[in-house]
């Protein structure tokens, strides 16, 4: 697992390198938040997070490579693939694929004088979950479904973007059987940034999810604060980093911290 996150990390700046990475003028890129502005883009992503709640201790590890192509000024097609590496007290470690996914975004950026307006949406399909185990948040075995929906401001140094998003399980058939119960949640994702340099940008993302069913799927609810910072260069793409701090308490399904580091390049983010 260490030996393919340096890799990683090695050879996506080098590859990048190789193109000449135009200026961005859309919309910043949220960290942590799922972005309703379109992209052409490649990311990689390297995470963390633990949570030790009533003597049971969880740490999850996450390398995860994500591609998007603009294939016009508001639609482009997104997909994702990596490697999650999770541990339990009292279990034995878990290495699996995340689940394969692909989607189709649209975003409409409206200019207003100096400031710009962004309005967009997407719908994802996620693969089965192959070789995984149930642990109680998502059935390895069902499909998922994701549509999102979502707003975004930009106005001098101050950005926003908004996201509302959907989930629920389903399996080849689409419909729950009566020995079946899909999970299903609702999200809403908040990223607020501020750039302090040309090259620097700040950000303070939050995001709450609130499951369908509160008391059968409560696992899946959280509310997490994500400060993270931007430091993009001319040619050589952006370099990210931002922590998770859980803000609901430890019997409301809180994490204890977690960090991300990631690394974009954009090939074309004209708007």
Known sequence: MKRIIISSLFCLPLTASLYSQPN???????????PVAVYSKIRGTVSYWDKNFNEVKEINKNI???????FSESFSVISSIGRNEYSQTDSSKEITWDRWNAGLKYGKVFENGSSQFLI?????LYDKKRNGEFRERENPDFYLIRPNFG???????FQIMSEFRFQTETNRHGRESSLEEFKRYYQVGIAPS??????????????????IDKVADKNLRYFNFYPGISM???N???FNFSVLLGVLPKADNAMDRGIRFSYFYFFDTSQ
């Open 236 to 238: 050589f793409g952006s």
């Open 151 to 157: 707003l975004g401001y930009k106005s001098g140094i």
């Open 120 to 124: 967009g949406g997407g719908l994802r």
């Open 24 to 34: 961005n003028k859309g919309f910043a890129h949220p960290l942590q938040v799922e």
């Open 194 to 211: 501020f750039a302090i340099a040309d090259s620097v940008r700040i950000f303070t993302e939050l995001e709450y999810r609130e499951p």
């Open 64 to 70: 995860n490579v994500e591609g998007e192509y603009k």
């Open 232 to 234: 993009n260069t001319e």
